[in-house]
């Protein structure tokens, strides 16, 4: 008899594409590796529950060189970049970031990156898990427009929680606290040229640092940075899922894909999903039609009772849980774990619109049991965000 072997490991070879800071990162006892457009990228180091408390409670440095940059300049490169996105960049000020959607002709979405402004018509899409250079290009393509779409040689990196603020203290001076929320800055650090940006996966205080030249300089940076921390006991984490969860931070590939809309994941607010801009963005008209329609299905937030899941990225949860109401399987969680702090397992789950009314019940099928659940509302802890949008120039600020 054939014997599954429960976690097996992941070939390092020259065919999957290295993050620039991937030797740098490995030092320090990479467990486990995901793959993430195309790259290697480092999910944790041991303990993806002692990396959350080092998160809330300290300051963590993150890999996330995988967030490839789609670079687009040229004469058009406004023009184009509102094309991609339901945003309207008209709101959009140089040197500001927006989190946007990218959305197909359906109305589907095709990835939820970070939009930076670098200049009237200089953008870097930061993207999550799916092939935006080639969508852009291929958008480009036969559009008449005068645009340069490319890979630069970029490598963010995240320094994430509450300490973050003296980390970027002593590494950049004062100013790095007057960066508000979702803005960025050009410095000089150790003769590297960086972007800082105040965002982060974490809806926790936190900055990304955008290194260019990466391919030659990303060992300089990180070992800078990791000098710059020591003091306030910075510890080098992956991305934490337990705290993206919680605040309601959703991920593609998992809680939306291309045949998800804006709607049906309750983000398809004015701003967001901007209908009555002058830009023909793609997937305009069907997302029209769908906000008039209104949706039959919906991503909401579960509460799941039972055993104690695990962290989303233990492995426990190599596929989505099964959700069920009277004995019939009406849709999937998409995303669960166990919050330490709330003390229960939640989650998101998408699922028919007549039952995703607030105190719902439903059945979910975990790997250990089926198991009691309620919809309940997300994001699970500070809904109004206001731990990343708090003003560090203030007199007295501190670390909370």
């Not at 092939?131 to 630069?152: C, F, H, Q, R, T």
């Amino acid at each position: 008899m054939t014997q599954i072997v429960e976690h097996p490991e992941v070939l390092l070879y020259t065919r999957i594409r290295k993050s620039p800071y991937f030797y740098a990162s490995r030092r320090h006892g990479v467990k486990v590796y995901s793959f993430y457009n195309h790259m290697y990228h480092p999910r944790h180091y041991g303990d993806p529950v002692e990396e959350y408390w080092q998160l809330l409670n300290g300051v963590t440095l993150w890999d996330v060189g995988v967030e490839r940059q789609v670079e687009i300049t040229g004469p058009d490169a406004f023009t184009l970049a509102n094309m991609l996105v339901p945003r309207d960049l008209n709101k959009c000020a140089v040197g500001q970031c927006k989190y946007v959607f990218i959305t197909a002709p359906d109305g589907g979405i095709i990835n939820d990156p970070v939009l930076l402004r670098l200049g009237e018509n200089h953008f870097w899409i930061s993207v999550a898990d799916s092939d935006v250079l080639l969508w852009a290009m291929g958008v480009a393509y036969n559009s008449g427009l005068d645009v340069k779409i490319g890979e630069p040689d970029v490598g963010p990196l995240q320094i994430q929680g509450p300490k973050s603020r003296e980390v970027l203290v002593d590494l950049f001076g004062e100013s790095a606290l007057e960066i508000p929320y979702y803005y960025l800055r050009d410095y000089r650090l150790d003769g590297l040229d960086v972007i800082v940006s105040r965002t982060g996966y974490t809806a926790e205080l936190g900055f990304e640092i955008y290194l260019r030249d990466a391919s030659r300089h990303a060992e300089k940076l990180w070992n800078v940075v990791l000098e710059a921390g020591k003091p306030h006991g910075l510890t080098v984490i992956g991305p934490c899922h337990i705290k993206r969860i919680e605040a309601g931070i959703l991920a593609h590939g998992a809680d939306m894909w291309y045949d998800t809309n804006p709607y049906e994941v309750e983000m398809g607010y004015e701003w967001m999903v901007d209908l009555e801009q002058e830009a023909d963005f793609v997937g305009k008209e069907a997302l029209r039609r769908i906000k008039a329609e209104g949706v039959r299905r919906k991503l909401v937030g579960v509460e799941i009772g039972g055993e104690r899941l695990g962290s989303y990225i233990d492995s426990s949860m190599i596929d989505f849980f099964p959700v069920y109401s009277n004995g019939d399987r009406i849709g999937n969680v998409t995303s669960a774990c166990h919050s330490p702090r709330l003390e229960k397992n939640i989650g998101y789950a998408m699922v028919p619109i007549e039952f995703a009314e607030l105190g719902t019940e439903l059945e979910v099928e975990t790997p250990s049991e089926r198991a009691s659940a309620v919809v309940v509302s997300r994001p699970f802890i500070d809904p109004e965000k206001e731990v990343p949008k708090q003003d560090l120039t203030a007199a007295g600020a501190k670390s909370h």
